[in-house]
C-alpha cells in the first residue's frame, strides 16, 4: 500500500525572531532600531504575516495527508522523500536553497509578503494552498521543469543549484586555474580572476542578470525551462602567465565547461550558500553544466 502524500514547508526564521534571539526581548530589539532609527513594527508586521501565511497553508493541507515542518538551517539534515509535496512559505530564495535536496517532488511556492518579494519562484498566495494541493495529485495538475546547473569535481563531490555556481577564491583573493570548453578541440587558458559564474535561466533575474548587463547584454539570457546556461569570468587579468580571450559563453545541453585549479584552494557553491561550498584543492578539475535533474515548480 501506497503512503499517503506528506506535505512538507519549508521556512525561515524570520527577522523579528533572529532580532529577539539577539537582543532578548521584544523591547530590547525595539531600543536597537530605534537607535538606529528604524521602528520595530515594520519587522514585527512582516513576521505576523509570514506566521499567518504558515497557519493559512497549514490549515489548507488535505486532512488524509501527512505533514511536517523543515526550518532553512535544517534543510542539509532533512530527508525529503519521493512522495513529498513541498510547500515553500516566503520569499523567492528559499525556493532556490531547497532545490538542491529534491529529485523531482513537485514545489508549491507561497509568497509571505507581496510587494517586496519579485515573486519569480514564489508564485501563489496562501489563499491558493488548497487548489495547489489538489493539482499535484491530478495527472493535469501543471508544473514547470525549471532548469538547474550542476559542479561536478573529479573527487565525486557534486554542487546542484538553480540560480548559479560560484568558483573561486574564498573572500576576495584572486583565483588562478585554467579554463575551457570539453568541445572546443582542447582549448585552455589559464586565468587570475574574480571567479567564475555559471547561471541558469532562473538566475538570469538576479546575479548573473547583474553580471550579463554589465557586459553589454550581447548573449541571449536563456528562459527558467530552457537547458542553455550563461557564464562569465569576473574581473579576468592579463598579464605574461594569464590572460582574457574566455571571459563569458553559452553551454548547451551536453557541454560542459571544465577548470582546473591553480590556487592552494578553491570553492564552488550555489545561489548564495557559501556554509555549503564544495573545496577544491591544486590541480583539482570541476566540470559544470546543465544539470539532468529539474525543480518542478507548480505554475
Same mark, same amino acid.
Given at each position: 500500500?501506497?503512503?499517503?502524500?506528506?506535505?512538507?514547508?519549508?521556512? &525561515?526564521?524570520?527577522?523579528?525572531?533572529?532580532?529577539?534571539?539577539?537582543?532578548?526581548?521584544?523591547?530590547?530589539?525595539?531600543?536597537? @532600531?530605534?537607535?538606529?532609527?528604524?521602528?520595530?513594527?515594520?519587522?514585527?508586521?512582516?513576521?505576523?504575516?509570514?506566521?499567518?501565511?504558515?497557519?493559512?497553508?497549514?490549515?489548507?493541507?488535505?486532512?488524509?495527508?501527512?505533514?511536517?515542518?523543515?526550518?532553512?538551517?535544517?534543510?542539509?539534515? =532533512?530527508? =525529503?522523500?519521493?512522495?513529498?509535496?513541498?510547500?515553500?512559505? #516566503?520569499?523567492? #530564495?528559499?525556493?532556490?536553497?531547497?532545490?538542491?535536496? @529534491?529529485?523531482?517532488?513537485?514545489? @508549491?511556492?507561497?509568497?509571505?509578503?507581496?510587494?517586496?518579494?519579485?515573486?519569480?519562484?514564489?508564485?501563489?498566495?496562501?489563499?491558493?494552498?488548497?487548489?495547489?494541493?489538489?493539482?499535484?495529485?491530478?495527472?493535469?495538475?501543471?508544473?514547470?521543469?525549471?532548469?538547474?546547473?550542476?559542479?561536478?569535481?573529479?573527487?565525486?563531490? &557534486?554542487?546542484?543549484?538553480?540560480n548559479e555556481i560560484y568558483l573561486g577564491?574564498? /573572500?576576495?583573493?584572486?583565483?588562478?586555474?585554467?579554463?575551457?570548453?570539453?568541445?572546443? /578541440?582542447?582549448?585552455?587558458?589559464?586565468?587570475?580572476?574574480?571567479?567564475?559564474?555559471?547561471?541558469?535561466?532562473?538566475g538570469a533575474t538576479g546575479w548573473i542578470?547583474?553580471?550579463?548587463?554589465? &557586459?553589454?547584454?550581447?548573449?541571449?539570457?536563456?528562459?527558467?525551462?530552457?537547458?542553455?546556461? @550563461?557564464?562569465?569570468?569576473?574581473?579576468?587579468?592579463?598579464?605574461?602567465?594569464?590572460?582574457?580571450?574566455?571571459?563569458? /559563453?553559452?553551454?548547451?545541453?551536453?557541454?560542459?565547461?571544465?577548470?582546473?585549479?591553480?590556487?592552494?584552494?578553491?570553492?564552488?557553491?550555489?545561489?548564495?550558500?557559501?556554509?555549503?561550498?564544495?573545496?577544491?584543492?591544486?590541480?583539482?578539475?570541476?566540470?559544470?553544466?546543465?544539470?539532468?535533474?529539474?525543480?518542478?515548480?507548480?505554475?
Amino acid at each position: 500500500m501506497s503512503l499517503a502524500p506528506r506535505a512538507v514547508l519549508v521556512h &525561515r526564521t524570520t527577522e523579528y525572531e533572529e532580532l529577539v534571539a539577539r537582543h532578548g526581548t521584544h523591547g530590547q530589539a525595539a531600543f536597537f @532600531l530605534s537607535s538606529r532609527g528604524r521602528d520595530i513594527e515594520e519587522v514585527a508586521e512582516r513576521h505576523r504575516r509570514t506566521r499567518r501565511a504558515l497557519t493559512e497553508v497549514t490549515s489548507a493541507i488535505p486532512l488524509t495527508w501527512r505533514r511536517t515542518r523543515v526550518e532553512r538551517a535544517d534543510l542539509d539534515r =532533512f530527508l =525529503f522523500a519521493p512522495e513529498d509535496v513541498v510547500v515553500v512559505v #516566503g520569499q523567492d #530564495g528559499l525556493v532556490a536553497n531547497v532545490a538542491k535536496y @529534491l529529485a523531482g517532488q513537485p514545489v @508549491l511556492g507561497i509568497d509571505t509578503d507581496p510587494g517586496r518579494n519579485p515573486g519569480v519562484l514564489v508564485r501563489h498566495r496562501p489563499a491558493d494552498a488548497a487548489r495547489l494541493f489538489e493539482s499535484t495529485q491530478s495527472a493535469s495538475g501543471g508544473c514547470d521543469e525549471l532548469t538547474m546547473v550542476e559542479a561536478v569535481a573529479d573527487d565525486t563531490q &557534486r554542487l546542484v543549484a538553480l540560480n548559479e555556481i560560484y568558483l573561486g577564491a574564498a /573572500g576576495h583573493r584572486t583565483a588562478r586555474y585554467r579554463l575551457g570548453l570539453e568541445d572546443d /578541440g582542447g582549448v585552455v587558458e589559464a586565468q587570475a580572476s574574480s571567479g567564475v559564474i555559471v547561471g541558469t535561466g532562473t538566475g538570469a533575474t538576479g546575479w548573473i542578470r547583474s553580471v550579463w548587463q554589465e &557586459r553589454g547584454g550581447r548573449l541571449r539570457l536563456p528562459s527558467p525551462t530552457e537547458e542553455r546556461l @550563461l557564464w562569465f569570468v569576473r574581473e579576468a587579468w592579463p598579464s605574461p602567465a594569464t590572460g582574457t580571450s574566455l571571459v563569458a /559563453g553559452e553551454l548547451a545541453a551536453a557541454t560542459r565547461l571544465r577548470l582546473t585549479v591553480e590556487s592552494e584552494r578553491l570553492v564552488a557553491f550555489g545561489d548564495g550558500m557559501e556554509t555549503d561550498a564544495v573545496e577544491l584543492t591544486w590541480g583539482q578539475t570541476v566540470r559544470v553544466g546543465v544539470c539532468r535533474e529539474r525543480l518542478r515548480l507548480a505554475g
